[in-house]
Structure formats: C-alpha cells, structure tokens
C-alpha cells in the first residue's frame, strides 16, 4: 500500500510539472518559485538544510515548514485576493510586507515591541552564520517574497528583515488584527509573462518530454461533456496530456461532473408521496 501511495505522489508531482498557471495569482508563484531556484542554484544543499533547520528552531516545534520557499511565502496574506481568480497577467498588488510595516511602525504600539523581540531572538540563532551565510539566506527570502526593491547593505539589515518575515508570532498577530496591513501602503510587483515562458518551455521540452503545441489548446465544451459522460473517451482523444497541465479545464470538467453527480441523485432520490 504505502509503494501504491508513493507511485501516486510521484505521478502527481511529475503532472504538477506539466500545469499551466490558469490566474493571475499562480504566475506570480510560478514567478517566484523560478526566483527562488536561482536564489539557491549556487548554494550547498546541506547550507540549505542547516538555513531550514535554523528557522524552524526560530519558529518553534509548532509552526515548522518544509521547504525554505514555505518559511518565506506571502499565500497566507491573499487569501481573498482577487488574483486567484483574474486571468493570467504579468503585474499583481500584494500587501505590503512585516518587515516594512514594523520598519514604519509607531516604536510605542504593541506591533513595534513584538517585532523587536522577534529581532532579538532571531539574531541569537543567527550568530553561527557568518554575513555571506546571511546574505545568501535574505536573497532567498527576496525570492520567495517576491520583494524587487530591497537590498541589503550589512549583516543587521539582513537580520531586520529575515526575523519579522519568517516570525510566527507576526503572523498570528495577521490573524488576529489585520488592519496594520490593510492601511499599508500595497506593494506593486512586474513580473514577466510566466504563461507564456512556461508553454514555451513545455514546447521545447527543458525537464520534461516536449508537448505539440496543439496539446495547449483547451478541449471544447461538446468534448467536456464527453469526457464527463465517460472518461475512457480522453484517454482516448489526440490530445489527453492537456488535462494535466490546463486547470482552466480540469476546472471545468469537475464543475460539468458535479451537475452530472447531482442530476443523479436527483433523479435517484423516491418520490415523495403527497400528504394526506
């Protein structure tokens, strides 16, 4: 069973590699996520897993993370945000950063105090790295930020940044009050046209086996009425690797199997007899 799960997960993850970004939302991660392969293309893995395991002692047993783009993902502000569902695009607004809130903060507010405790117990784990060790690691949460503008100029800028960034504590304190973001002057990131370079990519075929360029081209409505009817009928058509890179039609295809399941339970459900 647990080889089933494993064949599964690795299927799964080589189809992820396959998807087109469908929003606005997913070509900006798929924007970052290309920034944070570079970030980290010249760095050790093991410098890698030591940068991870540091954070993750900052963050504490309860809020550990996986992946170093994870520690530095803006996801949890944009839940509601309307990219997720505007189309692709090259240009998104994102609130504004921790870093830059608690860096305008009044020095007074509970907001300014609880930043400068995080800064203060991020810089105790930070001393077994030197200052490249950290500038490697603030280009990497550059990257998966999304942050253009920032530069840093010593190891105590780094440190400003890294700790607000990645704090746990700052993050619940999102939840609890948000409006320190919402009056935030919003961020404004341009990113170059990510659809576009990741068809291109499949088409030449840089990681993976090449795709004709007619298997980008979304199925029609009558042939996602047929595939919902009876899925052996995409397996079967000229074009069946399309589902795995477009969620605009997976979308759609589930949306389609959903009326199909509810007409049937409708139609399923006895009669009821009228009362006396």
């Not at 963050?59 to 189309?87: C, I, Y």
């Not at 695009?89 to 921790?98: M, W």
Request: glycine residues 2%.
């Amino acid at each position: 069973m647990e080889n089933l799960n494993t064949d599964v997960q690795k299927m799964i993850e080589e189809l992820n590699q396959y998807m087109l970004p469908s929003t606005l939302m997913e070509c900006f991660h798929a924007w970052r996520e290309e920034a944070y392969k570079q970030a980290i293309r010249s760095i050790p893995k093991s410098s890698l897993g030591w940068f991870l395991d540091m954070l993750n002692r900052f963050r504490g047993p309860e809020d550990r993370k996986e992946l170093l783009l994870e520690v530095f993902d803006p996801s949890m502000f944009t839940v509601n945000h309307p990219a997720w569902q505007s189309p692709p695009g090259t240009v998104i607004e994102l609130p504004a950063l921790t870093s830059e809130i608690a860096a305008n903060a009044d020095r007074e507010s509970e907001f300014a105090a609880a930043a400068r405790e995080e800064v203060c117990s991020f810089r105790a784990h930070a001393d077994l790295y030197d200052d490249e060790e950290l500038m490697q690691l603030g280009a990497i949460a550059l990257a998966g930020l999304g942050d253009q503008r920032r530069t840093f100029q010593n190891r105590e800028a780094v440190i400003r940044y890294l700790a607000p960034n990645a704090s746990p504590r700052m993050e619940d304190l999102w939840v609890t009050d948000d409006i320190e973001w919402l009056e935030a002057p919003r961020r404004r990131i341009e990113f170059p046209d990510m659809l576009a370079w990741r068809k291109e990519q499949l088409l030449r075929g840089d990681s993976l086996p090449s795709l004709r360029e007619q298997e980008l081209i979304c199925y029609s409505e009558d042939e996602i009425r047929r595939f919902g009817l009876d899925m052996r009928r995409l397996f079967l058509h000229d074009r069946p690797r399309h589902l795995a890179i477009c969620s605009r039609c997976q979308t759609r295809l589930e949306s389609w199997m959903k009326q199909l399941r509810d007409f049937d339970k409708q139609t399923l459900q006895p009669a009821r007899r009228p009362e006396a």
